[in-house]
C-alpha cells in the first residue's frame, strides 16, 4: 500500500513559508502548538532565511506546555531570530516568568511582531481550538464536502477578535 503525500497547506494563496515575509508570529493554544512548531523549524533550517519568528504558547499548566525545553533550546540557538513566550490560563504560581490569560491586547504588543508591516511583510498564524482561534481571529468555516465525503476546503472568514482589535489586517493572519 503507497503512502499519500499530504497535500502542501496554501496560505494566501502560496503553499511556500521561507523568505517569504520578514517577521512571523505563531500563537498556539495548548497542542495547537504543533503545526506551529512546523513552520518555526522550516523558517529557522533555511540558512538564508532572515525572517524573524515569535512564538506565543498559551497552555493552562506549565507542565502542559507540549515541547518547551526544545522551543526553549531553539529560542537559545537562534537568539537574533526566534523568541518564544508563554501564558497560563489556569492557576499561576507565585514567580511565575509569563503572561497570565488567553489573549490580550498588551500580550500581542509584547509577544508578536506589529501588524501593518509595509508590503504584507509579517504574517500571523493561529491554531488551537476552534474557540481559540476565534478568540484570536474570528471563526473559519468549511466549504462544501468533496465528492468523497470528506471535509470541504477550510474558509479563513473574516479577521476578528484580538488580532484585528490590534490592527492586524486579514492579509496578515492565517488561521489553522
Not at 481559540?132 to 466549504?143: A, E, P, Q
Request: proline share 7%; aromatic share 6%; charged share 20%.
Amino acid at each position: 500500500m503507497q503512502a499519500t503525500l499530504k497535500k502542501k497547506r496554501m496560505v494566501h494563496g502560496s503553499a511556500e513559508v521561507t523568505r517569504r515575509w520578514r517577521a512571523i508570529g505563531l500563537v498556539g493554544g495548548g497542542t495547537g502548538i504543533a503545526p506551529l512548531i512546523q513552520i518555526a523549524r522550516i523558517v529557522l533550517d533555511d540558512p538564508h532565511d532572515l525572517t524573524t519568528v515569535r512564538m506565543l504558547s498559551i497552555n493552562r499548566h506549565e507542565e502542559d506546555i507540549l515541547m518547551k525545553a526544545e522551543l526553549d533550546a531553539m529560542a537559545a540557538a537562534h537568539p537574533e531570530r526566534f523568541q518564544v513566550a508563554y501564558s497560563l490560563t489556569g492557576p499561576v504560581y507565585s514567580g511565575w516568568p509569563g503572561f497570565t490569560g488567553r489573549g490580550s491586547l498588551a500580550m500581542i504588543q509584547s509577544a508578536l511582531p506589529p501588524p501593518g508591516a509595509p508590503n504584507g511583510m509579517t504574517m500571523i498564524f493561529v491554531c488551537g481550538t476552534d474557540g481559540f482561534v476565534d478568540t484570536w481571529g474570528g471563526k473559519t468555516g468549511r466549504g462544501p464536502k468533496k465528492a468523497d465525503g470528506s471535509k470541504g476546503p477550510k474558509i479563513q472568514g473574516p479577521l476578528t477578535g484580538l488580532l484585528a482589535e490590534a490592527g492586524f489586517h486579514e492579509a496578515e493572519v492565517f488561521k489553522y
